[in-house]
């Protein structure tokens, strides 16, 4: 995968490279001096709300699970955990690809409630008695 590529999420999710926008800066961490001179920070935007690369009926799922992370219909992705930007780069658009394969995903089907079957029920309250004659048997009774 390269960078200038673009990303496919799924079979239906393609975003065009022209729809990432980057920022770089300077980061934190480990790297010695070097974290003082280079940009090796990115944060890799994507506009979920307006971007026409996702499809209407899958829209709304990504807005709603992806609530919480995004701003103004934003999602952004920070990497710094590489020294080299271009590891970020990678890193942050491996992580964009996650994050909405994840929120794409179709909902679990739904639970089909069901009821404990007469063994099931026969095989618990004989427990219940069990126990219950174990407890009586510990009362405090002597014979003399």
């Not at 961490?29 to 994507?46: A, C, I, K, Y």
């Not at 690369?53 to 799922?61: G, K, V």
């Not at 219909?73 to 970020?88: D, F, K, M, Y």
């Not at 004989?126 to 219950?132: C, L, S, T």
Request: glycine content about 8%; aromatic content about 2%; proline content about 7%.
């Amino acid at each position: 995968m390269s960078i200038d590529d673009d990303l496919a999420v799924t079979r239906r999710i393609v975003i065009p490279a022209g729809e990432l926008r980057e920022r770089f800066s300077r980061s934190s961490g480990p790297g010695g001096q070097g974290v003082n001179t280079t940009d090796s920070r990115v944060e890799l935007s994507f506009d979920v709300a307006r971007s026409p690369s996702i499809p209407d009926d899958l829209r709304p799922r990504l807005l709603a699970r992806l609530a919480s992370r995004l701003t103004g219909g934003v999602l952004t992705i920070a990497a710094r955990e590489q020294r080299a930007q271009l590891a970020n780069r990678e890193a942050a658009r491996a992580r964009l690809v996650s994050v909405l394969r994840d929120a794409a995903a179709a909902p679990p089907p739904k639970r089909r409630p069901t009821k404990p079957s007469r063994g099931s029920k026969e095989r618990r309250l004989a427990e219940k008695k069990r126990r219950g004659d174990v407890k009586r048997g510990r009362g405090g009774r002597y014979d003399d």
